[in-house]
């Protein structure tokens, strides 16, 4: 199985017109996270 690239999880969440703030208050993380996450941190 292959896991999407931070920018495919950015691409998504910005065509589902989500903010990091709120795909985190979404999936109970922080945005934090989420930026780290779409940086490439994790």
Known sequence: MEL???QD???RRT???LT???L???ADVSQPL???IEGGDV
């Open 9 to 11: 999880l950015r691409e």
């Open 34 to 36: 989420i930026a780290r």
């Open 4 to 6: 999407p690239t931070p």
């Open 20 to 22: 990091q703030s709120e």
């Open 15 to 17: 065509g589902l017109d």
């Open 24 to 26: 985190a208050e979404r």
